[in-house]
Each structure stands twice: as C-alpha cells, then as structure tokens.
C-alpha cells in the first residue's frame, strides 16, 4: 500500500553569510492514506520546515535534499508548474495565522473560486457554488454572505474555518495543518479541532498535524512523530507516546501537559534550558544538554533513530526510558 | 466612494482658490510693472496702456475682475504677445503638452511596472542588478542632459528621428522628447515597484497562494499586484510633477508648442498674466491628480474605504 | 563602527565616492594644469575640436573660449552653489523642525502644516513665477535653491527631536537645571545625525540639479559666469556643428549626478542597516 507521504532522510538548510542553518537533519517519517500524523516540536524544532519543503514553500536561500514522495512519486525538488499539479489540490496545507494567510483585498468566493478553477476546468459561477457547499461544509453561518465579504471582516476561529474549507475543495489525499489552532482562543481551538476531525471521517484523508502541544495533538493523531533539534527523536503510535514515550524528551514534553485531573501542583513543570539554534554544529545528541538522564556517551555520540519496545515504536536515545 | 470622493472635492476648491489669490497679489506686489522692459514711453501712454489692462483700478476691484473673468475661463491677455489672450495660448499649447505628458506617464507606467516586477522575480540575478543600475542612471540625469543626447546619437548620427521641431499630428518629433520625459519616473517607479513587489512575495498570504498550487502568474496578477501597487500610487502625484517640470526643458529644447516653452518664454519676457495663467493651469492639473491618487488608495486597500 | 564597514565594503559606492573626490579635485586644480583661462578668446581656435595634443583639450566654444577651463568653471559654480545652497536649507530646516519639534503642541501643528502646503507645490513653478516678478536676481537664485532642501530635512527633524524629547536623559537634563538652548545643543542634536546625514545625501544632487536646470532655462546663473547648466544650454545648441560642446559639461553633470546619488544609495543602506540591526 502506497503511502500518503513517504520523506526520507530529508534535510533543509539556509544559506548565511556565516554559514549554513540546518533546520531540518535527515528527517524520515511516513504518512499512511487516511492516518493522522501529529508531529511535536518547540519551535526551531524543525517541524514546520519540514514540511514546507514538502510543499516547495521554502523561502529563496533554502536547500532541501533528500526523498520526498507522495502517493509514490517524487515531488521533492520539482518544478513549480509540476508542483502544481497536486499542491492544492490532492497536497494542502493550512497555516498558523489566519489573519494574515489571506489575501486582505479578495473576497473570500474569490479565494475560494480560484482554487477550482485553477486545477479543474470549472467555470467560475459553477466554482462559486462549490465554495458555498464548502463553506457550508465546515459550519459557517450565513456563507453565502461570506463569499462577498473581505478577510477582515471575518473573526479569526471563522477565517481559520475558510482556510479549511479551501484546502478541502479538490478532496485532497492529505492535508497538512501547521500549528491551525496556536493564534485563536481556546473554545475556537475546540471548534476548529472538532471540524478536522469531522472532515476526516467523513473523506478519508490523510491529516498532518503539527504542533507544540502534545495534548492537542494527542485528541486527533493515529501516530505522533517528535522533533528537537532538526531531528526525529522519537514516532510510536498516539496511544505509546503516550503511556510508554521511550525517549526523554517526550517524557518531559507530556510531564509539561496541563491534566486537570491531576492534583494541583505549586510550580507547573517546563523544560529547562533552550532549544538548540540552528547553526550550532551538532555534537553527540542535541538534547543532551538539557537531558536529565544524559551520560557521557551522549555528549560524543549521535543517537540514531531505531526500534525500541515494539516495531512500530521508534526513537533515537542511548539511554532509552 | 462617491461620498468620499465629493468630500476630497470640496477640499481641493479652496487650495485652488488660495494659489489663485496669491499668485494674483504676489504680482501686483511686484516692482515695476510689465511695460518698463520696453523703450521708456511717454505717461500718456502708458496710463492709457494701464487704463486698457484695468490696471488703473483701486486693487480689489482688479482682483474681483480677475475672478470674474477667471469663472468664464479667461486668462487675460498676454502683456507680451498682444494678439493674443491668454486662453488661446493656453487652448494652442494644452493639447500637446497634454498629449507628451499623459503618452510618459503611460509609458512610465506600462514600463516601470513590468520591469520592477520582473527584477523583483529575478531577486539578486544578472538582470536584476543591470536593471537597478540603469534605474540609477535614469533617475539621476537630468532630462535636459538625456533629450540633446538622444538627439545626437538618434538625430545626428543615426538619422532615424528628427532632432527638434513639430509638425501638427507628427508623431516622430514626439518620439525622443516623450522618451527623455519619460525616462526619470519609469526609473522610479520600477525601482519602487521592485522594493514593494519583494515585500510584498514575503507576506504570508503569497505563501497560501503558492500552496493552493495557483500559477506564477495567478499568484502576480491576482495576489500580488494590488498591495505591492499602493507605494507606487503614491508617488503618482509627484511623477506628474516630475513630468510637468520636464516638459518646460524638453519642449523648449525641442521646439515643441506646448504650454511648458510658453511658460518659459513668459518667465523670460516677464509676461505676468501668461505666467500666471500657467501657474494656475498647472496647480489645478497637481491638484486633480491628487484627488485621482485618493480614489485609487480606496479602491486598492478596501480597508480604506470603509473608513479606518 | 559598523557603519563605516557596510559603506567600506560596497564597492559600487566606494567607486562613485571616488569619481567625485577626482572630480572636485580637477575642478579646484585643473587650472594649473592648463593655460587658458575663461575668458580668453582665441581667435584662431574658433569651434574646434578637442585635442589632447593640441592647444585646447576639450576644444573651443563659438567665441573660442577653451572648454576645459569653462568646464571646470562651470564645476566650480555648481558646486559652490550646492554648497551654500546645502548649508542654507540644513540650517533652515534644521532650526525649523528642531523648534517646531520641541514646542510641540499648538505651535508645531501650525508649523507642520505650513510644510505641508507648500510641499505640495513644485518648486520651479513658484520660482519661474518669482523670476517674472522679481526679475533674474543672483540671491534670488540661492534663496530659491536653498528652499528646495528644507522641507523634507525640516519633517525629519522635527520627527526625531519629538521622539527625543520624550526620552528620559532629557527630563534627566531639564531636572538638572540645564537651559533649554544647552539641552538642544547636547542632547537634541548630536541625534539628529543620522537621519540629517541620510537626507543631506539626498538633497545635495537635488540641489545641483535644479540649479542647473534653472541655468539651463536662462533663469539661473547668468553671463558671464557658467554653470555646468548653461554650459549644456550652449552646448545644446551647437549639437550639430560641435557636439562636444554638449558633451563634455553634459557628461560632467550626468557622471556627478549618478555618482552621488550611488553613494547616497549606499550611505543610507549602511546607516538604516545599523538602525535595523540594533533593534
């Protein structure tokens, strides 16, 4: 069975005039049609970059290498009007900020049109209809006033449904959601949750979640993937990572997630230290640093990414919980 | 809009009104009046030529007659070129400086924008930094340098144009002056263009477009355009000023009829009422483009229009 | 200082600065490299052409005047000109922005919007308007030429002495008992530099330009001095007889002007550069 997304040993770097950033080290991960893949990280963790060279949205200056396949073939690294055959459509990403991730002098039906006319061979009035049904779709009141409405006429929990609705509108094979519920407050973060995992269920499409909030990730995700330091350090199934994470720095990462079944603590627990930068070389692990079990081996040697406690579970740790 | 609109209207009447009245008084403070340049003519004469001009009048009644005649579109008549008013210098010269200017602004326009877009695109390529540098050239050399320069190497040397001179309808004599006209704004507004274009490729919302997997060119047209134009709009008013102050040099030097080589001429002859006339024709032409740029700020950033 | 590194390394500007260190050196030297003065009428040399070899380097005008030494002439005023036309409008709308700045309130509104009526007029116009009344007057052409500057210098003074103002070091001065004239002078001032610096860059080839554009119109500097503007008028003139008499102070001017507006390009980059950097 094809996978969804197959990366393989991708790695992303920035030129700088004193020398390259590396955001993404040979990262690998695989997304099956129709899971949902939650992928962790703080920021600078590499999560986000990742994935925009799957989607060849890398700012100029950045270089990717590596293998990238969707539905089995290669995209990494392709031409923009090839690219363009399946990003949008089939391949779509939504993003972090709504209020600036549209165009502030379209109307929404524009935004929302173009897409179908772009990839189908719609006519406009027909592409209209369909956003109409889109927007439905996803629970906006009054929609078709919407469509002659401007972006910032619209509320953020709204706008973020809109950018939904837009990367539904060609039944997409995978969707990729970069942090959608990170800048709205958090009864929209319900809502916007609650349509994705709606959504899912009913066009068995595959679904890319990454986020710095495990516990948002753990509502939706089949499997979940954690990034530090430009790397993969640990991927298991949702339900693992959770009661059985292998690798220090998830164990901290759930140890930081706010249980309000739990007994009220005096100081809520968080990491401490920084988050490795980028241009850091990199020596030994990157999280040995600020890793409560880290020994001398992980200060001199990298730990590479291999099978722990059960075939589907994987990390990259010398000293493996 | 249309309220908008009447309401930058409204303020534009009183801006005119007052350049009018201070052009008016300026002159009539002036020293020495407008006949002392020719041979010293006995007084008789003189206070008849005054009487004729209505400058014998106590000094508001010349003003409110300045007004009057002003409402029905008359200048006055030329202390210089008697046979004329100066309406009809004004209705000879207007159309073919009108006709050179709007011609370098469209060029300026339909030029700039494409070559600042496509440097912008070509971010830090060969044909981004040959672009830039000629944008230089072209802001920094004065038109009155660049217009004999073409002449010589088109005129001169080449034969294909002709250097000076104009002929009713010819569109050849208007070839190097609309180009040397043209030239400063066109560099301006591709360099402008550029820098606006590339914030703009920055934004957030360029991203999601890319990522619907619109085209290049959708993604330009659609996206990109309308915010990275609103500088651009801005510096309209001042491109036609640019323009206006370039034609007094380019239709002097080629000999082209225009209100621009009048209005030298009448600096040169101190003819008062032609110099006024122009001053007049050329604030309101300033004043109208300002409006023309409010209307398109509104209608490119609707947040505008609605009022912030 | 950072700044001076941004400027050092960009070699397209450090090119330019150059070319017009060379030229200003020529305009004030060149005299003695060669005989002829300004006024000299030669006679036998009537409109020839330039001859490195021969008696007129850059040839002879109609009278046959040598078109080296005009030249050069015509550098010197223009230059001169720009000068004291520079300083005039710094100083103006220095002093201007600074007080309107500083007042604040009821003052600075009034004196902003003075500003903003007269830059919405092009300058030339008023000034041609002047010239008819006025007639062709040599103060008249510096006043003139120095209102060009002010406005703008005038607008960022006035920005940043009200930023200033509000810091603390000031209420830190003004607690201490300092006059207000010292607390303009050691503390308003030393931070207007800056931005005083970036404008200057772009004031000064503005000011070459109208001053020869106004030569060039016969409104400018008149007979029997020339600027390199009514060289170029002559010069335009004779195109066909005798193209370098367009050529030479044509060329003069366009490689001035570009030349300082790269360096001014540069200059500014380096210096918002250490702005942005430091925030």
Redesign the interface.
């Given at each position: 069975m094809t996978p969804a997304l197959d990366i393989e040993n991708l790695s992303v770097h920035f030129a700088h005039q004193h020398g390259a950033i590396a955001a993404v080290r040979e990262a690998s991960l695989t997304v099956r049609p129709a899971e949902c893949v939650g992928i962790v990280g703080e920021s600078g963790s590499g999560k986000t970059q990742t994935f925009m060279a799957v989607m060849g949205l890398l700012s100029a200056g950045a270089r990717a290498a590596g293998s990238v396949r969707f539905e089995g073939r290669e995209i990494l690294g392709l031409r923009a009007s090839e690219l363009n055959r399946v990003r949008g459509s089939k391949l779509t990403m939504i993003f972090q900020d709504p209020m600036t991730s549209l165009t502030p002098h379209l109307k929404i039906g524009i935004q929302l049109a173009e897409v179908l006319v772009s990839h189908s061979r719609m006519s406009w009035r027909e592409a209209e209809t369909a956003a109409l049904r889109a927007l439905e779709r996803v629970r906006v009141p009054e929609a078709r006033r919407r469509l002659r409405q401007y972006p910032h006429e619209l509320s953020g929990g709204m706008r973020q449904r809109v950018m939904i609705a837009m990367s539904l509108l060609c039944e997409p094979k995978l969707l990729i959601a970069d942090e959608p519920t990170t800048a709205l407050d958090v009864t929209v973060q319900a809502e916007i949750m609650d349509i994705l995992r709606v959504m899912r269920q009913e066009s068995r499409m595959a679904i890319v979640l990454i986020s710095h909030d495990l516990g948002l990730v753990a509502g939706l995700a089949d499997r979940i993937v954690v990034m530090y330091g430009g790397r993969v350090v640990e991927s298991a199934g949702a339900a693992d990572i959770l009661e059985r994470a292998v690798h220090p720095y998830t164990a901290e990462l759930l140890k930081c997630v706010p249980d309000l079944r739990r007994p009220r603590l005096e100081r809520m627990p968080s990491l401490a230290g920084q988050a490795p930068s980028a241009s850091s070389a990199e020596v030994g692990c990157a999280f040995a640093p600020r890793c409560p079990l880290a020994g001398e081996r992980c200060l001199s040697e990298r730990p590479l990414l291999r099978h722990i406690g059960g075939a589907a579970h994987q990390a990259a740790c010398h000293y493996p919980l | 809009m249309v309220r908008y609109f009447i309401k930058r209207l409204a303020g534009a009447v009183p801006?005119l009104l007052i350049?009018v009245t201070a052009?008016f008084f300026?002159?009539r403070?002036?020293?020495?009046g407008p006949f002392d340049q020719e041979q010293t003519l006995p007084a008789e004469i003189v206070a008849n030529l005054q009487a004729a001009y209505g400058l014998d009048l106590p000094i508001w009644a010349q003003y409110g007659r300045y007004l009057r005649a002003l409402a029905h579109g008359d200048f006055g008549p030329s202390f210089k070129y008697r046979d004329f008013t100066v309406t009809e210098l004004i209705g000879q010269g207007f159309p073919v400086t009108l006709r050179i200017g709007a011609i370098a602004l469209i060029l300026a326009l339909g030029l700039g924008l494409p070559l600042g877009t496509y440097a912008a695109l070509h971010?830090h390529a060969a044909a981004d930094h040959a672009a830039m540098s000629l944008a230089?050239?072209g802001?920094?050399?004065?038109s009155?340098?660049v217009l004999?320069?073409l002449?010589?190497v088109f005129g001169?040397y080449l034969h294909w144009l002709p250097?000076a001179g104009w002929e009713p309808g010819s569109i050849r004599h208007l070839v190097l002056p609309v180009i040397a006209l043209c030239l400063p704004p066109l560099s301006i507004i591709a360099r402008m263009t550029r820098g606006s274009m590339l914030e703009v490729l920055r934004?957030?919302?360029i991203?999601?477009?890319?990522?619907?997997?619109?085209?290049?060119r959708?993604v330009i047209l659609?996206?990109a355009l309308?915010?990275a134009l609103l500088p651009v709009a801005g510096y309209l008013a001042p491109a036609v000023?640019s323009i206006?102050?370039g034609s007094?040099?380019v239709e002097?030097?080629a000999g082209l009829p225009g209100i621009g080589r009048y209005?030298?001429q009448?600096?040169?002859n101190?003819?008062?009422t032609l110099?006024m006339g122009?001053?007049i024709i050329?604030?309101a032409l300033?004043?109208a483009m300002?409006l023309v740029v409010d209307m398109l700020y509104a209608w490119?950033?609707?947040?505008i229009r609605f009022g912030r | 200082m950072s700044t001076v590194y941004r400027l050092r390394t960009n070699t397209g500007a450090v090119f330019a600065l150059s070319i017009i260190v060379l030229l200003i050196a020529v305009a004030l030297a060149g005299p003695w490299f060669n005989p002829n003065n300004i006024e000299s009428l030669d006679w036998a040399h009537v409109a020839a052409y330039p001859s490195l070899t021969g008696a007129h380097w850059f040839g002879t005008d109609r009278l046959g005047r040598d078109l080296y030494a005009r030249t050069l002439e015509g550098m010197r005023v223009s230059l001169a000109v720009a000068c004291v036309a520079s300083a005039i409008s710094l100083s103006v709308g220095i002093a201007y922005g600074a007080v309107a700045g500083y007042a604040g309130g009821r003052w600075d509104h009034l004196m902003m919007r003075f500003i903003e009526v007269l830059s919405g007029l092009p300058l030339i116009f008023f000034v041609i308007f002047l010239t008819v009344i006025f007639g062709r007057s040599q103060y008249l052409l510096f006043l003139a030429i120095g209102a060009i500057g002010w406005l703008t210098m005038a607008r960022i003074v006035r920005g940043q002495t009200l930023s200033i103002r509000q810091r603390e070091f000031i209420e830190a001065a003004v607690a201490s008992g300092a006059s207000t004239g010292r607390i303009i002078l050691k503390h308003v001032v030393p931070n207007l530099l800056g931005p005083v610096i970036v404008y200057a860059t772009l004031t000064i080839p503005q000011i070459i330009l109208f001053e020869s554009f106004l030569s060039f119109l016969g409104l400018g500097i008149q007979e029997p001095h020339a600027s390199l503007g009514t060289l170029i008028a002559e010069g335009a003139g004779e195109m066909e007889a005798a193209p370098w008499m367009l050529l030479v102070p044509g060329g003069v001017l366009a490689t001035l002007l570009v030349c300082l507006n790269i360096v001014g390009d540069g200059l500014r980059d380096a210096i918002v550069g250490r702005e942005s950097a430091a925030t």
């Open positions: - | 801006t350049i052009a300026l002159i403070a002036a020293p020495g971010h230089v050239v802001i920094a050399v004065p009155f340098v004999p320069f002449g010589l001169i250097v934004s957030q919302y991203r999601t477009a890319f990522a619907k997997g619109l085209p290049l959708i659609r996206h309308r915010p000023a206006m102050t007094l040099v002097s030097i209005l030298v009448g600096a040169l101190r003819d008062y110099v122009m001053v050329y604030s300033l004043i300002g490119l950033d609707p947040r | -």
